[in-house]
């Protein structure tokens, strides 16, 4: 028997770096599958799922304006990265039989619908899965901006941030390896000790919103489930 989830409606936020497997660059077919199943299993407990993916395993705005490029043109070259990993996310869940709507924040009506509040809802109550795509579209700004914004449009419960990690730590811990993790900790706690695990802007709305962000490693098969229902290893972020 699935036990009862604990919020109706969530976004989750999958890391795109994490869709490229072992590989060093771009999509692993076999991570992007067993990320739908992830979420299969979570849309299968009745709860209404969002996901923004993002586009570090393709392309980062950073990396172009790092050897003196135009930033603006980077970040617009990473907003599509992530079209194209939602592509591949939306290909996956649909192979499981899972109802699946792109939505794009940059128009590419041949390829996927645009973005509106509207029509998130609408898919969302429909049972669909929504992948929003394209990031925020505006440049200067991360996957982690999109996903507590998307949240705060759809009246998402709660932002689960599937990383590479298991949870926030007092330092990054793929730099300090000795660094301690948390359990618990508040949205101010998060922006005032400067722990980066998220960007300042996302963790910001999710405070002005007051919606929860639940950190945890994506590479964990079934961690979504687990952590829908009260268990699973992660920091959970919250405004008490
Ligand atoms: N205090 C911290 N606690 C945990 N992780 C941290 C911390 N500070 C930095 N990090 C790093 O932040 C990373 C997550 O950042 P980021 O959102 O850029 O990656 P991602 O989830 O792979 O997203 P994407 O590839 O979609 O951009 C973690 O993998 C971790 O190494
Ligand atoms: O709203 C947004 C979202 C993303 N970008 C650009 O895309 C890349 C990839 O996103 P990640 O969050 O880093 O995975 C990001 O580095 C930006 O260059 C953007 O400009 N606006």
């Known amino acids: 028997m699935t036990s009862k989830p604990l919020f109706k409606r969530v976004l989750l936020k999958a890391s795109g770096e994490a869709l490229m497997g072992e590989q060093g660059f771009g999509i692993d077919v076999a991570v992007v599958d067993r990320i739908a199943d992830d979420i299969a299993e979570v849309r299968a407990m009745g709860v209404e799922v969002g996901v ?9 705005g950073v990396a172009v304006a790092s050897k003196g490029g135009d930033r603006v043109t980077g970040d617009h070259m990473g907003m599509l990265a992530t079209v194209i990993n939602a592509l591949a996310l939306a290909t996956s869940l ?33 049972g669909r899965v929504v992948i929003f795509a394209g990031g925020t579209g505006n440049p200067f700004f991360t996957t982690d901006s999109a996903a507590a914004l ?9 932002i ?16 300090v390896p000795d660094a301690t993790r948390f359990d618990s900790l508040t949205h101010d706690e998060v922006l005032n000790k400067g722990l980066a695990v998220m960007d300042v802007a996302a963790v910001a709305l999710a405070r002005e919103n007051r919606i929860p962000i639940v950190v945890f490693s ?23």
Not at 165 to 171: E, H, L, M, P, R
Not at 218 to 225: D, L, N, S, T
């Open 52 to 60: 923004v993916v993002g586009g570090g395993n393709i392309f980062r």
């Open 94 to 126: 649909r192979k499981l039989g899972i109802d699946t709507e792109v939505l794009s924040a940059i128009s590419m009506p041949e390829i996927c619908q645009s973005f509106s509040q509207r029509a998130a809802l609408h898919h969302l109550q429909k």
């Open 150 to 158: 998307r949240a705060a449009e759809m009246g998402a419960e709660a």
């Open 160 to 175: 689960l941030k599937g990383t590479q990690v298991d949870g926030i730590y007092s330092a990054d811990p793929k730099k």
């Open 218 to 240: 994506i590479h964990e098969a079934g961690a979504f489930a687990k952590i829908m229902t009260g268990g699973g290893r992660a920091t959970i972020v919250r405004d008490h």
